[in-house]
Nanobody
Framework: QVRLAESGGGLVQAGTSLRLSCAAS????????MGWFRQAPGQEREFVSALLGGLTYYDWSVRGRFTISRDDAKNTLYLQMNSLKPEDTGVYYC??????????????????WGQGTQVTVSS
């Protein structure tokens, strides 16, 4: 069983930065396919970024502003978010899978989910 716990969300102004953390337990992050998703009010959950082995993937809306990374020693996944925009507002979820992930942008590819952390970007 893998447990994920996100932290680091908050209320910030546009143009600033936040770093989200996702602490994992039950399995080492280096052996997991992991991703970040977000859900804005009234909208469906959407893909943000994924880290599969040593490969990183980003949605076009965050490419160049967000960076996904992990710290194996801390068993933690990160999402560094720079140049935040109001449209980045939402609940951010960490997701993981112990199996091969082909469709990294699909939430259905991930078995484990955190409880989410709220990110609000004011204009």
């Amino acid at each position: 069983q893998v447990r994920l716990a996100e932290s680091g969300g908050g209320l910030v102004q546009a143009g600033t930065s936040l770093r989200l953390s996702c602490a994992a337990s039950g399995r080492t992050v280096s052996r997991l396919a992991m991703g970040w998703f977000r859900q804005a009010p009234g909208q469906e959950r959407e893909f943000v970024s994924a880290l599969l082995g040593g490969l990183t993937y980003y949605d076009w809306s965050v490419r160049g502003r967000f960076t996904i990374s992990r710290d194996d020693a801390k068993n933690t996944l990160y999402l560094q978010m720079n140049s935040l925009k109001p449209e980045d507002t939402g609940v951010y979820y960490c997701a993981a899978s112990g199996d091969y992930v082909a469709e990294y942008a699909s939430g259905e590819a991930y078995r484990y989910w955190g409880q989410g952390t709220q990110v609000t970007v004011s204009s």
